[in-house]
């Protein structure tokens, strides 16, 4: 399968240059209706600003931007170009300019425009795709700690602990590690517990 780098989440920086306030807002976007929603509640939310200018793409190859009345080639263009050398994808960039009075000139833009899109893309942090698999442990409350332990010793996450006469906990794991945990499982408990798949899904992990 071929790797696919995406945001870990939405994340939001600011870059200001000679008065001039950019405002970058990621999102991670798996299709053009999230990306074009994406850009219009910016717009609506920084109605007052002079540009909104805004790029996305999406792992189907799709590319989109706009320079949004900026010189044509200093916004939309240089934005795309931060995350086309990233190989980050499945995202949608909105940079909101306020004007602070003073002209920077088309290398000022793009420098300004840029910089702010990488920076977004720092706060997001990048991720690569990959399977995980969830599964649900029925368990005494006397283990539930050691089995909390063996659940982050496997890159595992708790996603919910249901209390009742037995604890039974929700949890998510990278599928290559399923084993592992499994294993771990059935030599603490000497296979008297056994967790159950509920599904596999598409996430990303941090990216190493």
Known sequence: MTEILVPLGPAQAEVVEKRSRFIGDIL????????????EAVKKRHRDARHNCWCYRLENGVERYSDDGEPQGTAGVPMLGVF??????????????YFGGVLLGAGGLVRAYSQTARDA?????????????????T????????????????????????????VTLILRFPSEMVNSFTGL????????????????????????
Request: glycine share 6%; aromatic share 4%; with cysteine.
């Open 28 to 39: 991670p976007v798996t299709s053009e209706e999230e990306a074009r929603a994406h850009i």
């Open 84 to 97: 086309q050398k990233s190989e980050v994808t499945d995202l949608c960039c909105v940079v909101t300019r």
């Open 121 to 137: 893309l720092d706060t997001a942090g990048i991720g690569k795709m990959q399977p995980w698999t969830r599964l649900s442990l």
């Open 139 to 166: 368990a005494p409350y006397p283990l539930l700690e050691q089995l909390k332990l063996l659940c982050g010793q496997c890159s595992g996450a708790v996603e919910d602990i249901a209390y009742a006469d037995q």
């Open 185 to 208: 499982v059935t030599e603490l408990t000497a296979g008297a517990l056994c967790p159950e798949a509920l599904g596999e899904f598409m996430a990303p992990s941090v990216k190493e």
